[in-house]
Protein backbone atom coordinates (compact mmCIF):
# COMPACT_ATOMS: atom_id res chain seq x y z
CA UNK A 1 0.00 0.00 0.00
CA UNK A 2 2.76 2.75 1.02
CA UNK A 3 4.59 2.09 -2.31
CA UNK A 4 1.55 2.70 -4.53
CA UNK A 5 0.94 5.73 -2.26
CA UNK A 6 4.34 6.83 -2.44
CA UNK A 7 4.46 6.28 -6.37
CA UNK A 8 1.24 8.56 -6.64
CA UNK A 9 2.50 11.48 -4.20
CA UNK A 10 5.99 11.32 -6.42
CA UNK A 11 4.03 11.85 -9.55
CA UNK A 12 2.73 15.08 -7.91
CA UNK A 13 -0.75 13.28 -7.31
CA UNK A 14 -2.44 11.80 -4.17
CA UNK A 15 -5.62 10.23 -5.82
CA UNK A 16 -5.04 6.95 -5.41
CA UNK A 17 -4.10 6.17 -2.13
CA UNK A 18 -5.72 3.55 0.33
CA UNK A 19 -9.55 2.88 -0.88
CA UNK A 20 -9.00 5.23 -3.81
CA UNK A 21 -10.13 7.87 -1.29
CA UNK A 22 -8.82 11.09 -2.77
CA UNK A 23 -5.83 12.09 -0.12
CA UNK A 24 -5.34 15.47 -2.60
CA UNK A 25 -8.78 16.92 -2.22
CA UNK A 26 -8.80 16.13 1.83
CA UNK A 27 -5.50 18.10 1.53
CA UNK A 28 -6.42 20.93 -0.19
CA UNK A 29 -9.95 21.24 2.28
CA UNK A 30 -7.12 21.42 5.17
CA UNK A 31 -5.38 24.04 3.24
CA UNK A 32 -8.29 25.80 1.35
CA UNK A 33 -8.19 29.00 3.93
CA UNK A 34 -4.51 29.62 1.86
CA UNK A 35 -5.81 29.29 -1.29
CA UNK A 36 -6.67 32.07 -3.68
CA UNK A 37 -5.58 35.35 -3.94
CA UNK A 38 -4.69 35.92 -0.10
CA UNK A 39 -1.27 35.02 1.51
CA UNK A 40 -0.53 32.17 1.10
CA UNK A 41 1.39 28.66 2.41
CA UNK A 42 3.75 25.53 1.64
CA UNK A 43 3.22 22.31 2.68
CA UNK A 44 5.83 19.79 3.19
CA UNK A 45 5.15 15.76 4.48
CA UNK A 46 8.47 14.01 4.47
CA UNK A 47 8.39 9.79 5.39
CA UNK A 48 11.52 8.23 5.81
CA UNK A 49 13.32 10.95 4.19
CA UNK A 50 11.35 11.55 0.90
CA UNK A 51 9.33 14.62 0.38
CA UNK A 52 5.99 13.11 -0.23
CA UNK A 53 3.77 15.97 -0.20
CA UNK A 54 5.39 19.28 -1.63
CA UNK A 55 2.98 21.39 -2.10
CA UNK A 56 2.16 25.86 -1.84
CA UNK A 57 -1.30 27.46 -1.76
CA UNK A 58 -1.77 31.57 -2.43
CA UNK A 59 0.70 34.50 -2.63
CA UNK A 60 3.97 34.81 -1.13
CA UNK A 61 3.63 38.68 -2.28
CA UNK A 62 0.04 40.16 -3.01
CA UNK A 63 0.81 43.18 -4.31
CA UNK A 64 3.28 41.75 -7.30
CA UNK A 65 0.98 38.96 -7.65
CA UNK A 66 3.89 36.31 -6.56
CA UNK A 67 2.46 32.82 -6.43
CA UNK A 68 4.11 31.29 -3.46
CA UNK A 69 5.98 27.81 -4.31
CA UNK A 70 7.95 25.14 -2.04
CA UNK A 71 10.77 27.61 -2.74
CA UNK A 72 9.57 30.56 -1.26
CA UNK A 73 11.35 31.85 2.10
CA UNK A 74 8.95 32.61 4.53
CA UNK A 75 10.44 34.06 8.16
CA UNK A 76 10.73 31.03 10.44
CA UNK A 77 10.02 32.99 13.69
CA UNK A 78 10.37 30.86 16.80
CA UNK A 79 11.17 27.67 14.65
CA UNK A 80 14.57 29.74 14.16
CA UNK A 81 15.25 28.06 17.85
CA UNK A 82 16.35 24.81 16.81
CA UNK A 83 18.88 26.07 14.71
CA UNK A 84 20.11 28.13 17.64
CA UNK A 85 20.24 25.59 19.80
CA UNK A 86 21.72 23.36 17.32
CA UNK A 87 24.52 26.07 17.21
CA UNK A 88 24.86 25.83 20.90
CA UNK A 89 25.52 22.10 20.83
CA UNK A 90 27.66 22.13 17.72
CA UNK A 91 30.13 24.22 20.04
CA UNK A 92 29.55 21.65 22.96
CA UNK A 93 29.96 18.79 20.53
CA UNK A 94 33.43 20.58 19.18
CA UNK A 95 34.95 21.10 23.24
CA UNK A 96 34.40 24.94 22.36
CA UNK A 97 31.96 25.30 25.49
CA UNK A 98 30.20 23.32 27.88
CA UNK A 99 26.27 23.37 28.98
CA UNK A 100 27.05 24.30 32.69
CA UNK A 101 28.90 27.16 31.94
CA UNK A 102 27.92 30.48 33.17
CA UNK A 103 26.25 32.56 30.40
CA UNK A 104 28.51 35.57 31.77
CA UNK A 105 31.56 34.06 30.91
CA UNK A 106 31.05 34.99 27.62
CA UNK A 107 28.42 37.80 28.23
CA UNK A 108 30.20 39.68 31.48
CA UNK A 109 28.18 42.52 31.04
CA UNK A 110 25.39 41.22 32.28
CA UNK A 111 24.06 42.21 35.94
CA UNK A 112 24.98 40.78 39.04
CA UNK A 113 21.15 38.98 39.36
CA UNK A 114 21.99 37.03 36.29
CA UNK A 115 25.46 35.69 37.45
CA UNK A 116 24.14 31.52 37.92
CA UNK A 117 22.38 31.36 34.48
CA UNK A 118 23.82 28.67 32.52
CA UNK A 119 24.02 27.79 28.98
CA UNK A 120 21.81 25.10 29.92
CA UNK A 121 19.35 27.45 31.76
CA UNK A 122 19.03 29.87 28.39
CA UNK A 123 18.12 26.45 26.39
CA UNK A 124 15.49 25.48 28.31
CA UNK A 125 13.82 28.83 28.82
CA UNK A 126 14.42 27.69 33.12
CA UNK A 127 16.68 31.30 33.02
CA UNK A 128 13.93 33.46 34.42
CA UNK A 129 15.62 36.73 32.27
CA UNK A 130 12.96 39.58 31.59
CA UNK A 131 11.39 39.78 28.18
CA UNK A 132 13.17 41.73 26.30
CA UNK A 133 10.72 43.54 24.62
CA UNK A 134 9.70 44.70 28.30
CA UNK A 135 12.42 46.77 28.64
CA UNK A 136 12.39 48.39 25.46
CA UNK A 137 11.33 52.13 25.31
CA UNK A 138 7.72 52.38 24.50
CA UNK A 139 6.89 53.74 20.48
CA UNK A 140 10.76 51.96 19.59
CA UNK A 141 10.22 51.78 16.46
CA UNK A 142 14.28 51.64 15.48
CA UNK A 143 15.33 47.79 14.79
CA UNK A 144 16.67 46.37 17.85
CA UNK A 145 19.32 43.20 16.80
CA UNK A 146 20.88 41.04 19.57
CA UNK A 147 23.41 43.28 20.37
CA UNK A 148 20.63 45.40 21.91
CA UNK A 149 19.35 43.07 23.70
CA UNK A 150 22.21 42.41 25.94
CA UNK A 151 22.41 46.28 26.38
CA UNK A 152 19.00 46.22 27.84
CA UNK A 153 19.90 43.51 30.09
CA UNK A 154 22.91 45.58 31.67
CA UNK A 155 20.44 47.85 33.19
CA UNK A 156 17.80 45.02 34.43
CA UNK A 157 18.86 43.73 37.81
CA UNK A 158 16.59 41.19 38.80
CA UNK A 159 14.53 38.02 37.02
CA UNK A 160 10.99 36.68 37.10
CA UNK A 161 12.65 34.08 39.02
CA UNK A 162 15.60 31.60 40.33
CA UNK A 163 17.40 30.17 37.39
CA UNK A 164 16.52 26.87 37.25
CA UNK A 165 13.36 27.16 39.32
CA UNK A 166 10.70 27.63 36.50
CA UNK A 167 10.45 27.63 33.27
CA UNK A 168 9.08 30.62 31.13
CA UNK A 169 9.49 30.51 27.57
CA UNK A 170 12.10 33.46 26.92
CA UNK A 171 12.78 35.18 23.69
CA UNK A 172 15.56 36.83 25.60
CA UNK A 173 17.75 33.16 26.05
CA UNK A 174 17.67 32.76 22.61
CA UNK A 175 18.90 35.49 21.80
CA UNK A 176 21.72 35.76 24.08
CA UNK A 177 22.74 32.17 22.92
CA UNK A 178 23.25 33.47 19.45
CA UNK A 179 25.58 36.39 20.80
CA UNK A 180 27.49 33.28 23.12
CA UNK A 181 27.75 32.04 18.77
CA UNK A 182 29.72 34.78 18.06
CA UNK A 183 31.74 35.51 21.38
CA UNK A 184 33.18 31.66 20.57
CA UNK A 185 32.91 31.37 16.93
CA UNK A 186 34.79 34.50 16.37
CA UNK A 187 32.45 35.36 13.47
CA UNK A 188 28.36 36.58 13.34
CA UNK A 189 25.90 34.45 14.34
CA UNK A 190 24.76 34.09 10.62
CA UNK A 191 28.13 33.39 9.35
CA UNK A 192 27.92 30.29 12.05
CA UNK A 193 24.72 29.17 10.69
CA UNK A 194 25.77 29.42 7.57
CA UNK A 195 29.06 28.20 7.81
CA UNK A 196 28.36 24.63 10.13
CA UNK A 197 24.65 24.25 8.96
CA UNK A 198 22.90 25.66 5.94
CA UNK A 199 25.84 25.07 3.53
CA UNK A 200 26.53 21.17 4.86
CA UNK A 201 23.24 20.91 4.40
CA UNK A 202 22.49 21.81 1.02
CA UNK A 203 20.37 24.46 2.57
CA UNK A 204 21.63 27.20 0.10
CA UNK A 205 18.55 29.62 -0.38
CA UNK A 206 18.25 29.64 4.12
CA UNK A 207 19.64 33.18 5.70
CA UNK A 208 19.61 34.32 9.01
CA UNK A 209 18.35 37.28 7.52
CA UNK A 210 20.34 41.07 8.03
CA UNK A 211 18.75 44.11 6.21
CA UNK A 212 21.85 45.84 4.88
CA UNK A 213 23.74 42.93 4.85
CA UNK A 214 21.87 40.28 2.38
CA UNK A 215 18.92 39.78 0.86
CA UNK A 216 16.24 36.88 1.23
CA UNK A 217 15.63 35.02 -2.39
CA UNK A 218 12.09 34.16 -3.09
CA UNK A 219 10.88 35.83 -0.13
CA UNK A 220 7.67 35.52 1.37
CA UNK A 221 6.35 38.86 2.30
CA UNK A 222 4.33 38.78 5.93
CA UNK A 223 0.22 40.02 6.04
CA UNK A 224 -2.52 40.69 8.60
CA UNK A 225 -6.18 41.44 8.14
CA UNK A 226 -6.78 45.15 8.61
CA UNK A 227 -10.47 46.65 8.53
CA UNK A 228 -11.50 43.61 6.40
CA UNK A 229 -8.48 43.64 3.85
CA UNK A 230 -4.97 42.12 4.06
CA UNK A 231 -1.92 44.87 4.09
CA UNK A 232 1.41 43.84 4.37
CA UNK A 233 2.67 43.72 7.58
CA UNK A 234 6.22 42.14 7.26
CA UNK A 235 8.68 43.83 10.19
CA UNK A 236 8.79 44.98 13.68
CA UNK A 237 11.08 46.63 15.85
CA UNK A 238 12.07 43.33 17.17
CA UNK A 239 12.70 41.62 13.42
CA UNK A 240 16.31 42.22 13.21
CA UNK A 241 16.77 39.61 16.57
CA UNK A 242 18.67 36.84 15.13
CA UNK A 243 18.80 34.26 17.52
CA UNK A 244 15.04 33.65 18.61
CA UNK A 245 13.19 34.14 15.61
CA UNK A 246 15.33 35.53 11.82
CA UNK A 247 15.75 32.84 9.75
CA UNK A 248 14.23 32.52 6.41
CA UNK A 249 13.94 29.46 4.79
CA UNK A 250 11.44 27.20 2.24
CA UNK A 251 10.20 24.06 2.67
CA UNK A 252 12.79 22.25 0.19
CA UNK A 253 15.28 23.25 2.71
CA UNK A 254 13.25 22.02 5.88
CA UNK A 255 13.04 18.59 4.40
CA UNK A 256 16.96 18.98 4.19
CA UNK A 257 16.76 20.24 7.99
CA UNK A 258 14.10 17.12 8.65
CA UNK A 259 16.92 14.92 7.59
CA UNK A 260 19.62 15.85 9.96
CA UNK A 261 18.05 14.92 12.66
CA UNK A 262 18.31 11.32 12.12
CA UNK A 263 22.29 11.36 11.01
CA UNK A 264 25.74 12.58 12.12
CA UNK A 265 26.21 15.57 9.23
CA UNK A 266 25.53 18.11 12.23
CA UNK A 267 25.57 16.35 15.71
CA UNK A 268 26.19 13.03 16.40
CA UNK A 269 24.06 10.64 18.03
CA UNK A 270 25.26 11.36 21.29
CA UNK A 271 24.06 15.36 21.52
CA UNK A 272 20.95 14.55 18.79
CA UNK A 273 19.39 12.58 21.79
CA UNK A 274 20.43 15.53 23.96
CA UNK A 275 18.75 17.41 21.93
CA UNK A 276 15.48 15.84 22.05
CA UNK A 277 15.55 14.65 25.61
CA UNK A 278 12.43 16.85 27.77
CA UNK A 279 14.79 18.69 29.99
CA UNK A 280 11.92 20.74 31.54
CA UNK A 281 8.15 20.45 31.48
CA UNK A 282 6.75 24.13 30.06
CA UNK A 283 3.26 25.84 31.45
CA UNK A 284 1.51 23.74 28.80
CA UNK A 285 0.05 19.84 30.10
CA UNK A 286 1.55 17.27 28.28
CA UNK A 287 4.36 19.12 26.62
CA UNK A 288 8.11 18.68 27.73
CA UNK A 289 11.20 21.29 26.38
CA UNK A 290 14.23 19.73 24.97
CA UNK A 291 16.94 22.13 23.31
CA UNK A 292 14.97 23.96 20.99
CA UNK A 293 12.21 21.74 20.55
CA UNK A 294 8.52 21.25 22.51
CA UNK A 295 8.15 17.73 23.05
CA UNK A 296 4.20 15.92 23.40
CA UNK A 297 3.47 11.92 23.52
CA UNK A 298 5.53 11.26 19.95
CA UNK A 299 5.78 14.33 18.63
CA UNK A 300 8.82 16.72 18.24
CA UNK A 301 7.83 20.10 17.13
CA UNK A 302 8.04 23.97 17.92
CA UNK A 303 5.92 26.63 16.01
CA UNK A 304 6.53 30.02 15.38
CA UNK A 305 4.93 33.17 15.27
CA UNK A 306 5.90 36.67 14.43
CA UNK A 307 4.39 40.10 12.72
CA UNK A 308 2.76 38.73 9.88
CA UNK A 309 4.03 35.20 9.41
CA UNK A 310 3.07 31.90 11.33
CA UNK A 311 4.35 28.59 11.25
CA UNK A 312 4.96 25.13 12.47
CA UNK A 313 6.89 21.95 12.24
CA UNK A 314 5.90 18.73 13.59
CA UNK A 315 8.06 15.51 13.88
CA UNK A 316 7.28 11.82 14.46
CA UNK A 317 10.55 10.24 14.82
CA UNK A 318 9.25 6.98 15.46
CA UNK A 319 7.03 6.91 11.83
CA UNK A 320 10.14 8.71 10.03
CA UNK A 321 7.05 11.45 9.78
CA UNK A 322 7.29 15.29 9.35
CA UNK A 323 4.71 17.63 8.46
CA UNK A 324 5.87 21.37 8.10
CA UNK A 325 3.35 24.06 7.18
CA UNK A 326 4.96 27.48 6.35
CA UNK A 327 2.29 30.71 5.73
CA UNK A 328 2.61 34.31 5.44
CA UNK A 329 0.26 35.76 7.32
CA UNK A 330 -0.36 36.11 11.38
CA UNK A 331 -3.27 33.42 11.80
CA UNK A 332 -4.51 30.86 11.83
CA UNK A 333 -2.12 28.76 13.74
CA UNK A 334 -1.02 25.77 11.60
CA UNK A 335 -0.17 23.48 14.47
CA UNK A 336 -3.83 21.64 14.76
CA UNK A 337 -3.47 21.39 10.62
CA UNK A 338 -0.77 20.22 11.01
CA UNK A 339 -1.52 17.25 13.04
CA UNK A 340 -4.19 17.01 10.94
CA UNK A 341 -2.50 16.33 7.73
CA UNK A 342 0.02 13.56 9.80
CA UNK A 343 -3.06 11.75 10.68
CA UNK A 344 -4.41 11.53 7.50
CA UNK A 345 -1.60 10.50 6.02
CA UNK A 346 -1.18 7.94 8.49
CA UNK A 347 -4.17 6.61 7.94
CA UNK A 348 -3.73 5.87 4.39
CA UNK A 349 -0.78 3.33 5.43
Avoid at 190 to 214: C, K
Avoid at 279 to 299: C, L, M, N, R
Amino acid sequence: MWKSLFLCLSLSTIACASGGRPIESDIDVLMKQYDGNVPGASLLVVHNGKSIVRRSWGFADLGAHVAATPATNYRLASVTKQFTATAILLLAQDKELFLSDKVSKYLPSLPKSDSSITLHHLLTHTSGLIDYEDLMAEGTTAQVHDADVLHLLESADSLYFAPGTSYRYSNTGYSLLALIVERVYGKSFAGFLHDRIFIPLGMTNTVAHRDGFDTVPNRAFGYRVTNGAWTQRDQSSTSAVLGDGGIYSSIDDMAKWDGAQYDSRLLNEEWRRVAFTPHTPTDVAGTSYGFGWQITGETIWHSGETTGFRNVIVRYPARKLTVVILTNRGAPDPYETALAVAKLIADSW
